[in-house]
T-cell receptor, first 114, second 116 residues
Framework: SQQGEEDPQALSIQEGENATMNCSYK?????LQWYRQNSGRGLVHLIL?????REKHSGRLRVTLDTSKKSSSLLITASRAADTASYFC??????????????FGQGTILTVHP | EAGVAQSPRYKIIEKRQSVAFWCNPI?????LYWYQQILGQGPKLLIQ????????DSQLPKDRFSAERLKGVDSTLKIQPAKLEDSAVYLC??????????????FGPGTRLTVT
């Protein structure tokens, strides 16, 4: 079963607006990663946040992690049409038989209108 | 640096036929992953190799799927015989190390398989 669940499933915004996607998970994690997938392409790694970190920035991306709520959010500021893609969170569990494995959520489809 | 290469990009076969996918990871990457991505879902790990040894194949349907990574570089994923529910995109990814916990993975463009 999928570890991470993204919300919303789809998001439609205008260019220049901010986009926020959320990810919830069920078990303790060591790190959480966000990936982008353009239509018909492979996934591209965006950012990794460790369980002992609360916030991380990379360019126009801001990721937060709340381990007490088992949730993360990805904020894309000043969105562009080129940001149109599916965004996935992936969790690396802290232990158990799945240790060392990434588990992906269902993804959020972001559409940015010019 | 060249990315992860996969071929073919598209494949259409009839059910009960066999099919093979090929992956060439980024040079020097010790760990190679095969994922299955069904339309509308996130990728699901099928098998993970560390060099040429299998680290995790717990979600690989071993009655019909097989994979190998000879010499710790290229890898082949085979399905025999294919079922309709195998229609999906098969993604290959690699990472520099098989560290635990896992770090960044680099994905290829994928092979879109349609089983009719």
């Amino acid at each position: 079963s999928q570890q991470g669940e993204e919300d919303p499933q789809a998001l439609s915004i205008q260019e220049g607006e901010n986009a926020t996607m959320n990810c919830s998970y069920k078990t303790s994690i060591n790190n959480l990663q966000w990936y982008r997938q353009n239509s018909g392409r492979g996934l591209v790694h965006l950012i990794l946040i460790r369980s002992n970190e609360r916030e991380k920035h990379s360019g126009r991306l801001r990721v937060t992690l709340d381990t007490s709520k088992k949730s993360s959010s990805l904020l894309i500021t000043a969105s562009r049409a080129a940001d149109t893609a599916s965004y996935f969170c992936a969790t690396a569990r802290a232990g158990g038989t799945s240790y060392g494995k990434l588990t992906f959520g269902q993804g959020t489809i972001l559409t940015v209108h010019p | 640096e060249a990315g992860v290469a996969q071929s073919p990009r598209y494949k259409i076969i009839e059910k009960r036929q066999s099919v093979a996918f090929w992956c060439n990871p980024i040079s020097g990457h010790a760990t190679l992953y095969w994922y299955q991505q069904i339309l509308g879902q996130g990728p699901k790990l099928l098998i993970q190799f560390q060099n040429n040894g299998v680290v995790d194949d717990s979600q690989l349907p071993k009655d019909r799927f097989s994979a190998e990574r000879l010499k710790g570089v290229d890898s082949t994923l085979k399905i025999q015989p294919a079922k309709l529910e195998d229609s999906a995109v098969y993604l290959c990814a690699s990472s520099l190390t098989g560290s635990r916990p896992p770090g960044e993975q680099y994905f290829g463009p994928g092979t879109r398989l349609t089983v009719t």
